[in-house]
């Protein structure tokens, strides 16, 4: 099941952000794997958070096959992808503790905003999240229907 929606949460001074139930109850542990991979998001200050399962289908499908000898750009962005990624793990309290770094890079506030999209959440700072929901809201018909050019294409 997809994850939609959005909520507000904090990051405690731990570095701790829990997971809004209504995203834990889309989430199986035993399906989609027990830990989560916490993956920056540049430009924009986005922490992509995707299962391990979801994560690990998304990287294999991007490979075109192995090789000792890749090409250049898949070197550099695997570089820019696989080593920022971090892998989490839930506590009895289901928060995860974000990598300090990250947040730092990100210049992630306390308050930030976990939005659910489809196969993954996107964790963003909560000052100036009206402006762009209002934003996306306005964009979504020609967002839809680039999409639509381009499957259609």
Known sequence: MPFTGHAEAIIDAKQRLALPAKFRARWNPAVDGPTWMAVPWFPGATLRLYPQQTFDELYRAGRQSPSLFPAEDEIALDQAVLALTETLELDANHRVRLP??????????????????????????????????????????????????????
């Not at 209002?134 to 999409?147: N, P, V, W, Y």
């Open 100 to 153: 300090a770094w990250q947040i730092e890079k990100l210049n992630l506030p306390r308050e930030v905003i976990v939005l659910g999209v489809g196969d993954r959440l996107e964790i963003h700072p909560r000052e100036g999240w009206n402006a762009r929901f209002d934003k996306m809201i306005e964009q979504m018909g020609s967002l839809a229907a680039q999409r639509r050019a381009r499957t259609d294409g």
